[in-house]
């Protein structure tokens, strides 16, 4: 996915931006970069560095006196480099963005049969960022151009611009991303995160309207383009992305969890002596279950912060997994003997649970009890990329209905929906495939009313299939 920060500052912006910044990092793993337009000079400062060797702070922090200027915006990404600096009719500006562009190789022929050139390479692919600022390009304004981009990409985008006077942020014309709106004496900031506000003295001003377009430096905040009706808000912000202090839309993801785990342990008959989240998006949810189901919370399973305080990603399969596997410690001490229930974001290939599993029984758990926090992931998820798989077929789920139908794409709409035959039979196939006790998912339902907007406003396309184009 990736996160942003955009400031603009009566003082030199650079600490506010490095930290905000570094408030996103759990949103991305791969890329980040940095920059700011220094007005003495009338020049940008730009920095990328690659994180999946080591983190932000470590990357920028001895480079941090640079930035000079009272504007600037960065980004934790988990595609390109970015930010990408343009000089066009428009003027000299840098660009950052949160964006999933399906239909790219649509647009890069479009572009370049227009004569129009690419400059940025990333692994020999085009830059979705510098797509994005190609596609600005051609209006004759940044509104006109912002809304070009809007009109003719699939997927979704967020991105902010920093021009030599001002900043300017767009939110993705669904909304499927989240851009909050910040404010303290003398400065404005926009980010992906609302929780790199509260240390920093901003208040949490409010969200961007989907398709709302912005332009703000540090003394006053103009609207560019007012905010569409239709939304398509991602559900997984608050299953699994969001940072629990985070509020989008105006529901905390802490709050979020925690009523869904309630709204399940309040209904959930099975008999067990705890409940534990699998660290960190479990957390909430387990304990939330806890209080519902009148059970004590424990922590059989600890994350292991000091070396891995958030994902590597490797570039090897194997390697992942085993990062996935090591950073989690089961704790015998609390598990000997126990009927215990875990809580989790979602089973997406199920590599992760089966080592989990493993380990739990391997520590002495009596039973071990799985709750999910959102339904079964049906299909891969085509505006974010969240699931990072290729194809449906890495999901779990499309394998067992492969396994059960003989053709994995056969009563979808059946296997998504709670309580069918084929529902039960691929939740029981799924249990049974990694020793589970007992395994219940969420009902969409109860996600959604745990996310308090209206499902219409909620992209649930990974559980459904619906799709908002």
Known sequence: ????????????????????????SHLG???????????????????????????FRTKF???????????GIGVISDTDPQPIIINSHLGKFAIVSVAYITNIDELEKELLDAGVHF??????????TELIALLINQGKTFTEGIENVFRKIKGSASFIILTTDSIIAARDRLGRTPIALGHKDGAYAVTSESTAFANLGYDHVRDLGPGEIVEF??????????PGEEMQICSFLWVYYGFPTSTYEGRNVEEARFASGYAMGETDKTEVDCACGIPDSGVGMALGYAAGHNVPYHRCICKYTPTWPRSFTPSNQSLRNLVAKMKLVPNRAMLNGKRALFCDDSIVRGTQLNDNVSELYANGAKEVHMRIACPPLIYGCRYLGFTSSKSDMELITRRIIEELEGDANKNL??????????????????????????????????????????KCKVCTHCFDGSSHF
């Open 1 to 24: 996915m990736g996160g942003f920060m955009g400031v603009a500052s009566r003082k030199q912006c650079r600490t506010d931006l490095f930290y905000g910044v570094d408030y996103n």
């Open 29 to 55: 793993t791969r890329r980040a970069g940095m920059a700011t337009f220094d007005d003495e000079s009338k020049t940008f400062c730009r920095a990328i560095h690659s994180l999946e060797q080591s983190y």
């Open 61 to 71: 922090e001895s480079e941090l006196e640079k930035f000079h200027g009272h504007n």
């Open 119 to 128: 400059a940025e390479l990333s692994s020999g692919k085009t830059n979705q």
């Open 217 to 226: 430096n540090a003394d006053e905040i103009k609207v560019l383009k007012e």
């Open 413 to 454: 709409d059946k296997y998504a929906t709670t309580g069918t035959p084929e529902y039960n039979a691929l939740v029981e196939k799924i249990r049974e495939r990694f020793g589970l006790t007992s395994l219940k998912f969420n009902p969409l339902e109860t996600l959604i009313e745990s996310i308090g907007l209206p």
